[in-house]
C-alpha cells in the first residue's frame, strides 16, 4: 500500500487499458484482488494512521469501480482524463428531434404509469435498453476508434437523459406495484 499508487489513474489503478470497453469479468477480477488486499480488516492491528491508509485505499478502490463499471461514468472518466469538459450541467442545448423523442418517452412512460400497464412499461423499458446499448456502441467509436471527444460528449449528455427514462421507469413500476 505505497501511496505513489493514489496518483494512478482507475484504469491504471485496475491494470486495465483506457478504454471505453473494456472486459467485464476482467474488471471484476482486478476489483477482488485489490479489496482482499487493501479491506481495513486487515489492517484493524495497526496504528491509526495505517488504518487510515487502508481505508482512503479501500475507498478509492470502491470508486474506481463504481466508475468504470457504470458506462456513463466510465465515459465521463475517459473524457475527463482526455481534459474534456462535457458541461452537464451548463451545455443543455441538444438536437431538437432528440428532445422530441424525449417527450415522446416521458409521456408514453406516464401513460403506462396512469393506465397501470406493466406490459406497457416492459415494453418501453426493453426499447430503452436496446437504445442505451446502440448509444453505448456509439460512444466505444468515439472514445476508443475515432477519439472524437467533442461527439462523445453529446452522447454522454444524451445518455444521461435515458438514464433518467430508465429512473422513470423504474419508478412507474413501483407506483404500479404499490
Request: charged share 30%; glycine share 4%.
Amino acid at each position: 500500500m505505497s501511496a505513489p499508487g493514489f496518483q494512478q489513474d482507475f484504469f491504471q489503478l485496475f491494470g486495465l487499458p483506457a478504454s471505453y470497453r473494456l472486459d467485464g469479468a476482467l474488471l471484476d477480477q482486478s476489483y477482488h484482488a485489490l479489496q482482499e488486499q487493501v479491506h481495513p480488516d486487515k489492517f484493524s492491528h495497526l496504528s491509526e494512521a495505517e488504518r487510515r491508509i487502508s481505508m482512503q485505499w479501500a475507498t478509492r478502490v470502491n470508486e474506481a469501480y463504481q466508475t468504470l463499471s457504470n458506462p456513463a461514468r466510465r465515459a465521463r472518466y475517459l473524457l475527463s482524463l482526455h481534459g474534456v469538459d462535457i458541461q452537464e450541467e451548463t451545455n443543455t442545448a441538444m438536437p431538437a428531434d432528440f428532445l422530441m423523442e424525449q417527450m415522446e418517452w416521458r409521456e408514453a412512460i406516464g401513460e403506462a404509469r396512469q393506465a397501470r400497464d406493466a406490459v406497457e412499461l416492459d415494453k418501453l423499458e426493453s426499447r430503452l435498453q436496446r437504445e442505451m446499448r446502440g448509444l453505448e456502441a456509439q460512444l466505444a467509436d468515439k472514445i476508443d476508434i475515432e477519439c472524437d471527444y467533442a461527439v462523445a460528449a453529446e452522447s454522454v449528455r444524451k445518455l444521461k437523459f435515458q438514464e433518467r427514462l430508465a429512473e422513470e421507469i423504474a419508478s412507474a413500476f413501483d407506483a404500479i406495484d404499490t
